[in-house]
């Protein structure tokens, strides 16, 4: 913490923000629009952070997206579902300000900002069974948006996670990441297309390998780094803040680091902490996360280290939720640099998840959030699950792209090269010969192979109802019957790998109110200073009310912020 009389400023603003993904970016267009000198600090050389890399999806109900689709919404169903999903973690003031703000946020951008995005009317939220959950609608995707408007400024965005685009290259929305990877009809076409689109973008062909039709995350970022071009909202790279600038009790400004240089910068109106969390941070992790964890496990920014939740903390701000994530189970492919998270292949059928006694612990299918949960709940001496086992058959490995992996009717086996024999890969003629490579119990393992052939026949999964929930069924294959989320695992060669508790972001961080101020552990607010996004403490508690509820609530907090900041 820095005193503003010991020396003078080298630049002044009247916004701040610290970071530069979708909720750093929503702060800045709206604060300017309100007529704020803006600038955004971001410590790496890439701008975009975790939501540049992420599915890029925004939970907003009630939003004019749903109405555009012929979805009914209505903010009594949308409190009705976070109050009982959040059971009690979370002030209800918080969760009213997060409904009423949320669609108006979405509506603003869409017609200042170039945000165009669809409603999603078959993508659940998480917990169908939940009072004023709705069977689709409320999860929100980026259309594709063309960033050859961006020119160079794109290379300076950092990169999709591998695992959301079609051979590590091309990229796809949401409902053409489902319809690819389970093989829908028509994904022959659309693979054609994309690919045709990719080759066709002359002359930056021969400039970058990097796709320039964007979708997911990479899009959402696009849009918003392009309404603050249009703008002139300057944007400093590789300038990590220091110090916060306190004076008479109010935050009026931060000392920065600029490419090795000191700057002292002015916030006339606030600071706005919007720096993601601490997930590249192995300190921090162990400090306050569920044990085992690690960097690697982490598909998110590694650039997040906590910095600014540790500097608001020495001012005083209290924390929450610290021992959160936004779990999903991983696996760490060699030589990536994140993690890929296991979506999809969890859910499809012919797979299961099982722990080191080679018994199932969890609904595959089942929110990732909760997998990971039960996988940290049943990690024990005598039931290790950190780490589980994914486990598969040829059927399923010949059908389906797992992690890496295309489908072997397109990837066999003999083109994978290093990631068979260096072990990340186990493959094997039986069941017992597998459990044996896993170093897993062989004979719990068959037996519950063999129980779940019987949960595949009947459609029912009597252990842990797998397949029951629409939510569920999403990523299950359509054309198998009767449950589209189960099928034998009986031919051979059989296949596994090691399954992580990994995340898409920590999720604790500063406690904040209603209006995004950051707040003491006695609840006083530190005037001046706000905090949104993987920065602050979550909206959504403990749980996880459908896709797109991380950048839903730190888009929505942004423009809540941007407004309480300028209001004087």
């Not at 009630?62 to 209505?74: L, P, V």
Request: aromatic share 8%.
């Amino acid at each position: 913490m820095s005193d503003s009389i010991t020396g003078g400023w080298d630049e002044e603003f009247d916004v701040v923000v610290i970071g530069s993904g979708a909720g750093a970016m929503t702060t800045g267009v709206v604060a300017h629009d309100r007529k704020a000198r803006v600038l955004l600090l971001e410590k790496s050389d890439r701008y975009g952070g975790s939501s540049a890399m992420s599915g890029g999806s925004l939970w907003i109900p009630q939003s004019h997206f749903m109405d555009e689709a012929g979805i009914e919404d209505n903010r009594e169903d949308a409190l009705a579902y976070l109050k009982e999903i959040t059971a009690g973690a979370v002030d209800a003031e918080k969760l009213e300000a997060y409904v009423d703000a949320a669609p108006e946020a979405v509506r603003y951008l869409a017609e200042h900002a170039h945000l165009k995005m669809y409603s999603m009317p078959a993508y659940s939220d998480y917990y169908p069974r939940a009072k004023g959950s709705k069977p689709g609608g409320r999860s929100l995707d980026p259309e594709t948006f063309d960033a050859r408007s961006l020119g160079d400024d794109l290379l300076s965005m950092k990169d999709q996670n591998p695992q959301m685009l079609v051979m590590g290259r091309l990229f796809m929305t949401i409902p053409e990441s489902r319809t690819m990877l389970t093989r829908a009809p028509g994904w022959i076409g659309l693979m054609m297309r994309l690919v045709v689109r990719y080759v066709l973008d002359l002359p930056w062909r021969f400039k970058s390998k990097r796709d320039r039709f964007l979708a997911m995350g990479n899009s959402l970022v696009g849009m918003l780094r392009q309404a603050m071009l249009d703008r002139g909202i300057p944007l400093w790279l590789q300038t990590g803040a220091q110090e916060f600038v306190v004076e008479n009790g109010r935050v009026v400004g931060v000392v920065a680091d600029r490419e090795g240089r000191s700057v002292r910068v002015r916030a006339r109106k606030g600071v706005v902490v919007a720096a993601g969390g601490f997930e590249g941070n192995q300190a921090m992790r162990e400090k306050y996360l569920p044990g085992p964890t690690r960097v690697e496990w982490s598909c998110a920014n590694k650039s997040n280290t906590g910095d600014l939740i540790e500097l608001a903390r020495d001012l005083g701000a209290g924390i929450e939720f610290m021992d959160e994530g936004w779990w999903g189970p991983v696996t760490v492919v060699p030589g990536e640099e994140n993690a890929r998270m296991l979506v999809i292949e969890k859910s499809l059928p012919g797979s299961l998840m099982v722990n080191k006694r080679g018994e199932r612990f969890v609904n595959e299918a089942a929110p990732y959030i909760d997998v990971v949960n039960a996988q940290y709940a049943n990690d024990s001496e005598a039931t290790p699950c950190v780490p589980c086992y994914l486990i598969f058959d040829a059927r399923f490995r010949r059908t389906y792209p797992v992690g890496p992996l295309l489908p072997g009717a397109q990837q066999p086996d003999m083109f994978l090269g290093k990631l068979l024999r260096d072990g990340y890969l186990k493959k094997a003629n039986t069941i017992a010969e597998l459990a044996k490579k896993l170093e897993v119990d062989a004979a719990n393992l068959e037996a519950t192979v063999a129980r779940c052939k019987e949960f595949a026949k009947t459609g029912k999964d009597l252990d842990f109802g797998r397949g029951d929930t629409v939510f569920d069924q999403y990523y299950g294959d359509e054309k198998v019957t009767p449950n589209p989320c189960l099928a034998p695992i009986d031919e051979a060669p059989f296949y596994g790998m090691e399954a992580y508790p990994g995340e898409l972001g920590t999720k604790g961080g500063i406690r904040t109110d209603a209006r995004a101020r950051v707040l003491t552990d006695a609840g006083e607010i530190i005037p001046g200073l706000y905090a949104i996004g993987n920065s602050s403490s979550p909206v959504m508690g403990r749980t996880y009310a459908g896709a797109g509820a991380t950048l839903g609530p730190a888009t929505t907090f942004g423009y809540i912020a941007a407004r309480d900041a300028t209001a004087e």
